[in-house]
C-alpha cells in the first residue's frame, strides 16, 4: 500500500506531467466513488453515496447550482460507468498525448478544464432557455469528462490535422477525420436520452478549436487557468532560496541569451505557422525535433 500511496506521490510531484495527473485525479475518484457504493449499498443505506454523488454532479436548475458552484469542475472529474470512464481516459490519453508533445503540459490542461466549464455552462443555459429541456430541468445532472476531452480532441485535430493513427481494420486515418466522426456521432445524438450532455460536448469542440486557433495567433485563452493553477500550487510549494552570482561578463551573456531567445521563439513560430498552413507531416525531420524540444521548455 505504501508503495502505491508512494507512486502516485511522484506521479503529482512531477512538473509538466498534467496528462497522467488529469488521468489519475478521474481514477481516484471513480474508485472512492465505487467502493463507497458498493460499501453503503451492502450497509442498505445507499442515501450516503447518493448525497456524495450529487456535491459532485453539475445541476442544470441555476438555482441548485448558485448554491454548489464547485460542479461546474468537479463533475468532469466524475464518473459512474467503467466504459464511460474507459473510453473517455483513452481518448484523452491518445490525443492529450499530441497536445504534451508539441504544446507541453501547460496547453493541455488548459485546453481540458476550458473545455470541461465551457460544456458546463453551456449545459446550464440549454436547460434554463429551450423548452425541450424544461420538463427536465430540476432533476437533471451531469457528471463525465467528455467536455474536456472533446476539447482535446478537436484541439490535436486543429493543430495537426493531416496526422495520422493506424486504426484496427481502417489502417492510417488522419486524425481531423477521428475528430470530425467524433463530433457528429455526438451531435446527432443531441435530441436522445443524453441531449443536454451531447449538446455540451459541441460546446467542449468548439471551444478546442477557438482555444488552438487562438493559440496561433499568440493569444492564450488559458492564461488564467494557468494563474489559478499556479496560485494554489504555491501556497504548498516551499520556494528555495536563491543565491544571486554576479560575473562582470553578465552583460554581453544577457545581449547573448536574449539574442538567441528571440531567434528562437522566431523558429517555432514559423514552424508553428507551417503547421496551420499544411498540416504536422510537412515538417522536416529537424522541423519535429526542434517544436518537441521547445514543447519540454
Known sequence: MNSILNDLRNAFSKPNNGLLKIILINVIVFLILLFTNIIFTLAKAPYVYQTLLDQLLLPAAIGEFIQ???????????HE???????NMLFLYWFGSLIMEFLGSEKLVNLFIL??????????TLYNTLPYFADHLATSRMLGASGGVFAVVVGAATFMPNYTISLILLGPVRIKYIALFYVLFSFARATGANA????AHIAGAAIGFIYIKQLQRGNDLGKPITNVLNFFKN???RKPKVKVAYKSNYKANGKRHSKNF????????????????????SLTKEEKQKLFDASKN
Not at 68 to 78: A, G
Not at 115 to 124: A, E, T
Not at 262 to 269: F, G, H, K, V
Open 68 to 78: 454548489k458552484p464547485w460542479t461546474l469542475i468537479t463533475y468532469f472529474f466524475t
Open 81 to 87: 460507468g467503467f466504459f464511460h470512464i474507459l473510453f
Open 115 to 124: 473545455g470541461g466549464v465551457i460544456g458546463g455552462l453551456f449545459y446550464i
Open 196 to 199: 443536454g450532455g451531447e449538446m
Open 235 to 237: 501556497l504548498f510549494v
Open 262 to 281: 528571440r531567434n528562437q521563439q522566431e523558429e517555432i513560430d514559423a514552424i508553428l505557422d507551417k503547421i496551420s498552413d499544411s498540416g504536422y507531416d
